[in-house]
């Protein structure tokens, strides 16, 4: 983990475009979250694999021109100094929460705040949008992602199990919610 010296947080512009897929970096995966609904409440448990393997992510191929300056979405970039080393993509979506549509931190990086610097980020957007709160969607084998949002203070709203029916590998979509 490389230590955050001269961190900031800037949206995208221009400039930033051609940087904006490097924090995509390849992901841990441990084990998967098996969750379960009782008294109108999820809850889950996690079930870790003996052995871990990775898993990647293709980079985002989008026209990231939408979201500059845009009043419905916005991609906010994390630098050390001038490599970027982390983003977060939120969108206003039709029930008044700021959907993030992606947040990554390049591997060195990460347990070093990054995340947690780019969810405020997006708090604060949202809030300046009269929003309700953040959701986001996430695969239940994607452990180290889920636990990372229940520290940030995300509950578990929803399951899918038929959302990811084309992707042999992926069981379910979890469905994360912070309210203000």
């Known amino acids: 983990m490389e230590e955050a010296k001269n961190i900031t947080i800037k949206a995208l512009d221009e400039y930033s475009i051609s940087v904006v897929n ?54 906010f970039l994390a630098f050390d100094e001038t490599s970027c080393i982390g983003q977060i993509r939120v969108v206003k979506d039709w029930n008044r929460f700021a959907y993030i549509e992606n947040i990554s931190v390049r591997n060195s990086y990460r347990h070093s705040g990054i995340g947690h610097l780019l969810m405020e980020v997006a708090e604060t957007w949202a809030n300046g949008h009269s ?23 995300f509950a578990l709203g929803g399951v899918d199990t038929l959302k990811q029916i084309g992707n042999p590998n992926i069981d379910m979509t979890l469905y994360w919610y912070k309210l203000f």
């Open 131 to 153: 929003l309700l709160g953040l959701s986001l969607e996430a695969q239940n084998d994607n452990v180290i992602a889920c636990r990372f949002y229940a520290k940030e203070g």
């Open 22 to 75: 490097e924090a995509n970096n390849p992901l841990p995966v441990i084990g998967k979250i098996i969750p379960s609904f009782s008294d109108a409440v999820w809850t889950y448990e996690e079930q870790l694999y003996e052995k871990a393997h990775e898993t990647s992510f293709p980079d985002d191929l989008l026209d990231w021109s939408e979201y500059i300056n845009s009043e419905d979405k916005q991609v």
